[in-house]
């Protein structure tokens, strides 16, 4: 069967909500994105994949393209699997180039927290009234759903406050690091003015201690040890054509609507055993860190591989724009390979409902050497 490859990828710097992307659409900021991907790395592109969780409906995907430089034949579709909506997207276009419908594809996702709109339920409904979070489980239509899941994890793995705000800290300092070397800065689209603005130098252990429980004393998930809200967009290049980054394999799992944190372990795992192999045989490890409690699950199972995790900060540091975090992360671990002259690496997100999607990369430097 057909290989897929990752031919190319960029994203934009990552906006706390209500600050630098405040008014700017997302369907607009992810078609400055592919433009200016095309411009970089020029493609025919059979069809666009893109992933958005909070946008406005309608096929925000379609209309993104049409705002882009692509032009109106090229056909877009967009899916929605919340926080793992860019994971759906690089799971459809993988699917379909294996199915000889494509050769070349965008996939990837938006996000504008700054501007979800704010819905209303029927007048028919019995839930009545207007809400920004969606029902995730038949069991709770609670807007906390996420964080409760997040406490009961953190519950039945022993995770306390202080323990979580460690995961936070250590997130910032690595990304700070980052930053500094510009480490990542062939990957972001660059945009005057803009910046990952979630990353704080100076964030402190005692800044951290002083910020309450969200849902109250007894309780660890706070706002400290939780990413926030954010917008940005990421796509990638999918392509049947060979290339220095080849997607191996995806993975869709799905379990407990109310432990969804634990997705991203099952995905991990059911991904490896597929293929024979082992955490340790990752070169670089990427998990969407939305709680430190996916830290603490990382740690856990993991210990002597924290070398290979999220070397360059996480969600907790450079935020979770929910439609497009799967594609971040994904670029994330091409460049930790690229830089680490590792063979695999693999990526896992977990999502709203219990789901989780993971991605198992190869590297091969002789390929770059050679083209």
């Not at 700017?24 to 020029?42: D, F, H, M, S, V």
């Not at 990304?175 to 062939?186: M, P, T």
Request: hydrophobic fraction near 45%.
């Amino acid at each position: 069967m057909t290989d897929i490859y990752i031919a190319a990828g960029l994203r934009t710097p990552i906006g706390l909500v209500g600050k630098q992307f405040a008014k700017e659409q997302p369907e607009i900021l992810g078609a400055k994105l592919i433009n200016a991907l095309q411009n970089k790395y020029p493609a025919p592109i059979d069809q666009v994949i893109c992933g958005n969780a909070v946008g406005t409906g309608g096929n925000i995907g379609r209309l993104m393209t049409l705002y882009s430089h692509l032009g109106e034949a090229v056909p877009a579709l967009t899916v929605d699997m919340q926080c793992a909506s860019a994971g759906a997207a690089l799971s459809v276009g993988y699917a379909k180039i294996k199915a000889g419908m494509a050769s070349n594809l965008l996939v990837g996702g938006i996000e504008s927290s700054s501007l979800q709109p704010e819905s209303v339920y029927a007048s028919a409904d019995w839930r009545q009234g207007a809400y920004k979070v969606a029902q995730f489980s038949p069991d709770s239509n609670s807007p906390f759903a996420m964080i409760e899941g997040a406490e009961r994890v953190a519950a039945e793995y022993g995770f306390t406050k202080e323990y979580l705000n460690h995961w936070t800290l250590r997130s910032h300092q690595k990304a700070s690091r980052c930053q500094e070397q510009a480490l990542l800065v062939d990957l972001i689209l660059d945009l005057p003015g803009a910046s990952d603005q979630g990353i704080r130098p100076r964030l402190s252990s005692k800044v951290l201690s002083k910020v309450p429980p969200i849902l109250g004393e007894g309780h660890v998930i706070s706002a400290a040890n939780a990413c926030l809200t954010h917008d940005a967009a990421a796509f990638l290049q999918l392509s049947s054509q060979p290339s220095a980054f080849k997607l191996i394999d995806v993975v869709e799992v799905a379990g407990d609507p109310q432990r969804s944190p634990l997705m991203v372990v099952k995905a991990s795992q059911v991904l490896l055993a597929k293929h024979g192999l082992g955490m340790a045989d990752m070169t670089a490890i990427e998990w969407n860190e939305a709680f430190a409690v996916i830290d603490g699950l990382f740690e856990t199972h993991y210990p002597d591989l924290l070398d290979r995790y999220n070397i360059f900060g996480g969600a907790l540091a450079y935020g979770h724009p929910f439609g497009a975090s799967a594609a971040i992360i994904l670029l994330h671990l091409m460049k930790a390979l690229e830089i680490k002259q590792g063979r695999y690496g693999l990526a896992a997100i977990p999502a709203a409902g219990g789901q989780g999607v993971s991605f198992l990369v190869e590297y091969n430097q002789e390929w770059c050497n050679a083209n």
